[in-house]
């Protein structure tokens, strides 16, 4: 009856017993937990997890992993999916207003392969953070894309879009071939998604420290890889003649970096205004999270 109770307000329950009168309630719990020393055969039978140790704290552990993994699954979300509607939204762009194609489709599929592997994969490496146990439990009924991942989707993929569009543009404006200005073009998209990724290791907080930017040694590792596809996507022979690719100047580097800068600045600009005015003042812990 209590876990029923507890559950008509909500909550998801985790049971723990050793005993065989606790099986029911054991069965009845979203999480059945049995201890694996003192427990009876019956209990462990209708547990959904067997505590090896029998030690609570491994229960603390256990949903602070937890946490950290949902948490890890949404940043990973959220860095994916604005990228692949810039990926989108610049052909769909191109189409709509009749000008020329600034990325290629062999084009956005190399991106979306290098980007995809090499960075997407390092966000889902995230550590703890340090307040996960401090936050209120996730509501049952809440989507992993509610209305915050939504604009931020929206938000970060138009922006990459409009980067890309002033880099084809501007190269454009001084004469520069197509392969030349494309070339630009998708260094100038990869170049802002690597300064995303420095942005979504954290979905409101502040990444404006080098603090922040600590504890994931997967990041700068596929950042690194990211570089050196890049470089021999721009500047090997083979690459070149197969995805329509041109050297990009050194001295027009500086120019990417700079536009890649800008976009980490508007969405921290964006995260702090969600702090400030948006989020609502944290609530005690839940006693059952």
Do not use: C
């Not at 009168?21 to 020393?37: E, F, H, W």
């Not at 009876?40 to 609570?56: C, I, R």
């Not at 890889?225 to 329509?244: R, S």
């Amino acid at each position: 009856r209590l876990v029923k109770a507890i559950q008509a307000n909500g909550e998801v329950v985790a049971m723990t017993g050793d005993g065989v009168n606790d099986a029911p309630a054991l069965k009845r719990a979203d999480i059945g937990v049995a201890m694996g020393i003192k427990g009876t055969e019956v209990t462990k039978e209708a547990a959904a997890m067997v505590l090896a140790d029998d030690n609570f704290a491994s229960i603390t552990a256990a949903v602070r992993e937890g946490r950290t993994v949902y948490n890890n699954i949404e940043k990973a979300l959220l860095f994916m999916l604005p990228t692949n509607v810039a990926q989108g939204m610049v052909i769909l762009f191109a189409i709509v207003f009749g000008f020329i194609l600034p990325v290629t489709a062999p084009q956005i599929l190399w991106v979306n392969m290098v980007t995809s592997v090499a960075l997407g994969l390092a966000i889902s490496f995230e550590p703890h953070e340090l307040d996960v146990m401090l936050r209120q439990p996730r509501a049952v009924s809440r989507p992993i894309l509610d209305a915050f991942a939504v604009w931020r989707v929206a938000f970060v993929g138009m922006a990459l879009v409009a980067i890309t569009l002033i880099a084809f543009f501007w190269m454009k404006s001084l004469q520069a071939s197509d392969e030349l200005a494309r070339t630009v073009a998708v260094n100038t998209l990869v170049i802002g998604q690597i300064f995303y990724l420095l942005n979504s290791r954290f979905k409101t907080d502040s990444s404006l420290s080098m603090t922040a930017h600590l504890g994931n040694r997967y990041v700068p590792m596929g950042i690194g890889a990211v570089a050196v596809l890049q470089l021999l996507f721009t500047y090997a022979p083979p690459l070149q003649n197969l995805f329509g690719t041109a050297a990009v100047p050194l001295d027009l580097w500086p120019w990417l970096w700079l536009g890649g800068l800008a976009l980490f600045f508007i969405v921290e600009t964006e995260k702090f205004v969600i702090r400030k005015f948006l989020s609502k003042p944290t609530p005690p812990p839940n006693r059952y999270a």
